[in-house]
């Protein structure tokens, strides 16, 4: 069974930084693309950022939503089989609770994790 760990919410004030963990023990890590989405109340789940494995087509590439450009930094530990999400600038918009996604589309494979609350207070 794989499983997928995030760690690292809180509640902070607006402006300030949090960081994200999301660790998978039990996966061929560098074969998947990796990624983080959120979801606010109400709202529909969102691509945060995500970040492409070294085995991948895409190695190390990454992508990020524009609300999110400039403020927050995917990355990857592949020997620690951890991916990363630093959180910089927050701001109150950004609260939502956050999944970390693992898919590898050529094995149809898709995996989540139970979700990290993050809560800016502004």
């Known amino acids: 069974q794989v499983q997928v760990v995030e760690s690292g919410g809180g509640l902070v004030q607006a402006g300030r930084s949090l960081r994200l963990s999301c660790a998978a023990p039990g996966i061929n890590f560098s074969f998947y693309i990796w990624a983080w989405y959120r979801q606010a109340p109400g709202k529909q789940r969102e691509l945060v950022a995500s970040i492409s494995g070294d085995r991948t087509i895409r190695d190390d590439s990454t992508n990020y939503a524009d609300s999110v450009k400039g403020r927050f930094t995917i990355s990857k530990d592949s020997a620690k089989k951890t991916v990363y999400l630093q959180m910089n600038s927050l701001k109150p918009e950004d609260t939502a609770v956050y999944y970390c996604?693992?898919?590898?589309?050529?094995?149809?494979?898709?995996?989540w994790g139970q979700g990290t609350q993050v809560t800016v207070s502004s």
């Open positions: 996604n693992a898919n590898r589309r050529d094995a149809g494979l898709d995996f």
